[in-house]
C-alpha cells in the first residue's frame, strides 16, 4: 500500500507541475499581432493538489474543505467549489474542483500554493459516516477532536484493533520508522505485548545474487505495548532473550521475549 501512495503522489506532483506551468495571462505576440488559438487564454476545471482538512458545523452537515490550489490571486485559481457526489451508509463523497487559466505565458505567482477553503452542506448529518474527498484522502469525526475532521490513514479510518493478527501487525510496522518493503519476522503476541523481527533490504536494488551486497539486510527486534491507538513500540535491540525490552519495560511478559534468539 505505501508503493501504491508513492505512486499516487508521484502522478499528483506531475499534474502539479503541469497546471501550474500553464497558469498566468496571455502574452501578444511580437509586433502586437492577434494570439494564435493555442495562446489564447481560457479557463478549465481541475481538481486540486490535495485536501488537508476538512471541518464540521455544529449542525453535523455543514462541511468546509480546505484545499491546496495554485497561488496568487483569481487569476491562478477561483471558484473553488465542494459537491457531494453520491452518499451510502458508511460514506459521503464529496467532489472538490477549481477553475484556472490555462494558455499564454506562465505567471510566477501561479507556480506557489495557496489555501483555499469551499463549503457544502450534506444531505444529512455526517454521523459515523466516513467523508472521501478522493480514494486516498478520507475523514472521519469518529476520535476527531471537531470541528476538525480526523484524516484517516493508510490503513483507513479504523485500523486493525491491537490483537494477534496480520492485520494489527501490519499496522505496527507502520508505527516504525522503517523503509517500504521492510519484512516481518515471526510474531510473539498475547493480545497486550507483542514482540517480533523487521528486515529492512540494504544495498544495491538488484535481485539477490546478482552482485555483492545484493541481498544485504538489516535486521532490528522490536517490542510492542498495546494501546488505545494501536501498537505503540517501547523497545528495539539484537540481543537474546528479554534484555532489551526488560530494560526498559520490566513489564514485558517473560514467556514472549525469554526464547528469543539473539540476531547477527
Not at 137 to 163: N, S, Y
Request: glycine share 10%; aromatic share 6%.
Amino acid at each position: 500500500m505505501q508503493s501504491k501512495r508513492s505512486l499516487a503522489a508521484v502522478l499528483l506532483s506531475a499534474v502539479a507541475v503541469l497546471l501550474l506551468g500553464a497558469c498566468g495571462t496571455l502574452r501578444a505576440g511580437a509586433g502586437g499581432g492577434t494570439a494564435t488559438p493555442a495562446e489564447s487564454p481560457h479557463w478549465q476545471t481541475f481538481a486540486p493538489f490535495g485536501v488537508t482538512a476538512a471541518r464540521l458545523a455544529d449542525d453535523g452537515r455543514t462541511l468546509s474543505v480546505v484545499a491546496e490550489v495554485p497561488g496568487g490571486g483569481r487569476t491562478c485559481a477561483r471558484d473553488l467549489k465542494a459537491v457531494v457526489t453520491s452518499t451510502s451508509d458508511t460514506t459521503v463523497w464529496v467532489q472538490v474542483t477549481f477553475s484556472a487559466l490555462t494558455g499564454g505565458s506562465p505567471s510566477a505567482d501561479c507556480r506557489k500554493t495557496a489555501s483555499a477553503t469551499a463549503k457544502v452542506r450534506l444531505p444529512s448529518a455526517l454521523g459515523h459516516r466516513e467523508l472521501a474527498t478522493d480514494v486516498h484522502t478520507v475523514f472521519t469525526a469518529d476520535g476527531a477532536d471537531l470541528p476538525e475532521l480526523r484524516l484517516c490513514g493508510e490503513l483507513g479510518c479504523h485500523p486493525a484493533p491491537t490483537g494477534c493478527t496480520p492485520a494489527s501487525y501490519d499496522q505496527a510496522v507502520m508505527a516504525l520508522d522503517v523503509p517500504n518493503h521492510t519484512r516481518r519476522g515471526d510474531e510473539h503476541c498475547d493480545e497486550k505485548w507483542l514482540v517480533f523481527d523487521v528486515s529492512s533490504r540494504m544495498g544495491p536494488a538488484c535481485a539477490e545474487g546478482e552482485a555483492p551486497g545484493c541481498g544485504a539486510s538489516l535486521d532490528d527486534r522490536w517490542f510492542f505495548r498495546a494501546e488505545k491507538s494501536g501498537w505503540k513500540p517501547i523497545a528495539r535491540g539484537k540481543k537474546g532473550g528479554c534484555s532489551d525490552v526488560h530494560r526498559i519495560e520490566p513489564a514485558f511478559p517473560t514467556a514472549l521475549c525469554a526464547g528469543l534468539a539473539p540476531l547477527d
